[in-house]
């Protein structure tokens, strides 16, 4: 299992960003994806979820949407309206009978 996260960056308050996690090694469309984040001296938090077809999605933060692309094994975090607060470490997600994979992370730093 590979799970492997891009687009983070240095964005200005108020700003977007997308996220995408590249799965590989199981069969995606078969698992629920998650994105979770951490903050400096912080615990990993949960910031959406998304079901295996993508018919279900939980949110922790209203401005963010969580998306699927089963063809590709892509899943995508769209941040919009980002606040300093929101700067972290994004991660993907995905528990496969009962292990947690990770990948390496992505970090999203919101300044002006």
């Known amino acids: 299992v590979q799970l492997v996260e891009s687009g983070g960056g240095l964005v200005q308050p108020g700003g977007s960003l997308r996220l995408s996690c590249a799965a590989s090694?199981?069969?995606?469309?078969?698992?629920?994806m998650t994105w979770f984040r951490q903050a400096p001296g912080k615990e990993r938090e949960l910031v959406a979820a998304?079901?295996?077809?993508?018919g279900s999605t939980n949110y922790a933060e209203g401005r963010f949407t969580i998306s699927r692309d089963n063809a590709k094994n892509t899943v995508y975090l769209q941040m919009n309206s980002l606040k300093p607060e929101d700067t972290a470490v994004y991660y993907c997600?995905?528990?496969?009978?009962?292990?947690?994979?990770w990948g390496q992370g992505t970090q999203v730093t919101v300044s002006a």
């Open positions: 090694g199981f069969t995606f469309s078969r698992y629920g």
């Open positions: 997600n995905c528990r496969i009978n009962s292990i947690n994979y």
């Open positions: 998304i079901s295996s077809a993508g």
